[in-house]
């Protein structure tokens, strides 16, 4: 079992950056590929980034790509998204999921991962 904890959300102005946290538990974290999803109010989650078990391996939804980066630390349990040039489209809840399923089909739809994070709020203002 894997319980996931995000935080870092928070009011940001178009063009702002944050950085968003992922805390796993258990000793098993490098057996997961690690990934962000968002939903936005009256919308589908939607597939943000996703990273391989080492860190090696990254992939990302057009809509971020050059202005997020994922990242993780495998010795704290941890997996970071950061955001730069953040839009007002961007204001969603942002979640944090891992799965031993690989990293660069997490964007696949349908896909049932197996673990998720409460979640954390991103709201872009204008």
């Known amino acids: 079992q894997v319980q996931l904890v995000e935080s870092g959300g928070g009011v940001v102005q178009a063009g702002g950056s944050l950085r968003l946290s992922c805390v796993a538990s258990g000793r098993t974290f490098s057996r997961y590929a690690m990934g962000w999803f968002r939903q936005a109010p009256g919308k589908e989650r939607e597939f943000v980034a996703a990273?391989?078990?080492?860190?090696?391996?990254?992939y990302y939804a057009d809509s971020v790509k050059g202005r997020f980066t994922i990242s993780r630390d495998n010795a704290k349990n941890t997996v970071h998204l950061q955001m730069n040039s953040l839009k007002p489209e961007d204001t969603a809840v942002y979640y944090c999921?891992?799965?031993?399923?690989?990293?660069?089909?997490?964007?696949?739809?349908?896909?049932?991962?197996?673990?998720w994070g409460q979640g954390t709020q991103v709201t872009v203002s204008s």
């Open positions: 990273i391989s078990r080492s860190g090696g391996g990254t």
């Open positions: 999921a891992a799965d031993t399923l690989t990293y660069d089909t997490w964007w696949r739809p349908g896909n049932e991962l197996s673990y």
